[in-house]
Structures are given as C-alpha cells and as structure tokens.
C-alpha cells in the first residue's frame, strides 16, 4: 500500500527523472505523460495480489524500482568487465521507465486497462484487485508501449526499441530467437535486454515478497502504521469494496497542497 503523499512523491521524482536522463526528449516526454496522468498516477502494476504492485500507485512504484534495479545491474556488469560500450545510460533508462507504459491502455476515455474489481469473491479467493478492460483490443503489454510513444511522437533508438520489446526475456517465446542465437552474428549486440530483463524481474519479486510479508505481518501493513490519515482512500481502493471517490478526493488534496 502507498499513501497519498507516497503516490505524490512517486510522481514528481518520476518527472523530475524525465528531465535528467532524457533532456532532448523530455518536452514530448512530458505532453505524453500530462495527457496520461490522472490514469497513470493511480494505476496498479498487475491486477493480482500476488503478481506485483497491485495497488493505487503500483505502477510508477514499480517503474522507478525498475530504474533503480537497472542503474544497480549495469554498474555491477560493469565491474565485473562486461563490455558495456553498446548503449548509453539514457537509452538503458529510456527502456527501463517506458518498458511496461502499455498497461497503462489506450488514450481517451474508458480505454485503461485496469479497473477496479468490485466482486469480494474474485478479491478474496482470487487475490483479483482489478480486472482487466473488455472494450479495448487486446495487446501483448511491450507491442502497446511502443505503439504509444510513436502515438505521442516520441522518438526512440533501435537499441531502446529492442530492449521495450524482448523485456519479458525467455518468458515470452517469442522473444526466444534473441536469446537463443545459433551464431555469434545473431547474439545480442548489447547487453542491454538482459539487464532491463533482470531489473524489471528483481524489482517484480521484490514487489511480490512485500506483499507476501504484509500478509504475515503484525499488526498492519505499512500504510496502515503511517501517521498520514490521508491514506485511508488508497487503502480502500485495494483492500475494500472501493470507495473511487473519496481516493481521488485524497490524491488531489496531496496534489494540491503545494
Ligand atoms: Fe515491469
């Protein structure tokens, strides 16, 4: 869980990331993400408990653990003598923050991908916060992440491109001929996809396990022991029958406290 100010200081460092590590593009950048804020600021990582993030905020959460745990792999790679000449650090965080942009759905009105479930038997026996939309067509998450950045005119590198598209590794087969060459000329020409692949899946199980924890804990998950009581609408939104309105009012009281 996150509260109010949590999801608030999410945001504006993710901002505030755009402008260090993607100078040339950050005004696109910024038009894209503006058109997409009030759905992505919410948004969860996953629709399942136990997946990862599936909470108010689980989604910008989970993009900046992701950056981190890449920053984290590509100095580790580094020191150990991999040759990290291949790509930059702007397109290692490009892929990183953008990997997963297709959960957030389509542009307009009613095309997120994640809604709230409001069945109590899918929320308890299933561990199903949210459910998936209906009405958009169905899309594999990297195809939809780099649809959108064309969508908003952002530009990308081939090397950007690759690593949003083959992110989920060995777990999509058909990210298998990358991974699997039968030549030295087939092999990767960076190291870039694999680094993404294991920050986005350390950060994931990271995710898992504080959930998994917050279910032993006692007496209360995190958000439950914070001292800010503006919280108490996030908490609804993924722990009870959802009370949307009042969650919003909280985000935007957060937000507007500047
Ligand atoms: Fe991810």
Not at 30 to 52: C, G, K, N, T
Not at 56 to 67: E, N, P, S
Not at 144 to 173: F, T
Not at 183 to 188: E, N, P, T, V, Y
Request: glycine share 4%; charged share 25%.
């Amino acid at each position: 869980m996150l509260t109010a100010e949590q999801i608030k200081e999410n945001w504006e460092r993710f901002r505030e990331e755009i402008d260090m590590y993607f100078p040339t593009r950050n005004t696109k950048l910024h038009a894209m993400y503006d058109d997409l804020e009030d759905r992505i600021v919410l948004m969860p990582a996953s629709s399942i408990a136990h997946f990862h993030n599936a909470f108010a905020g689980g989604y910008v959460d989970h993009i900046l653990r992701v950056t981190h745990c890449a920053r984290v792999l590509h100095n580790i790679w580094e020191q150990q003598g991999s040759d990290m000449s291949g790509y930059t650090m702007e397109e290692l965080m490009f892929a990183a923050m953008h990997h997963d942009l297709g959960k957030v759905g389509f542009p307009g009105e009613g095309n997120e991908v994640y809604q709230v479930e409001t069945s109590d038997w899918h929320r308890k026996n299933q561990n199903k916060m949210y459910r998936h939309n209906e009405n958009i067509p169905f899309t594999m998450v990297p195809d939809l992440s780099i649809w959108l950045l064309q969508e908003y005119d952002v530009k990308m590198s081939w090397n950007e491109y690759q690593a949003i598209k083959i992110h989920d590794g060995m777990y999509d087969d058909a990210n298998k001929p990358y991974y699997v060459a039968r030549s030295a000329q087939a092999k990767l020409k960076t190291n870039l996809p694999i680094i993404l692949h294991h920050a986005d899946h350390m950060a994931a199980q990271i995710e898992f396990e504080r959930w998994r924890n917050s279910q032993n804990a006692s007496p209360k998950p995190v958000a439950e022991k914070s001292k800010v009581q503006k919280s108490n609408g996030l908490k609804n939104l993924a722990e009870n029958n959802p009370d949307v309105e009042k969650t919003l009012t909280d985000i935007f009281s957060a937000f507007n406290q500047d």
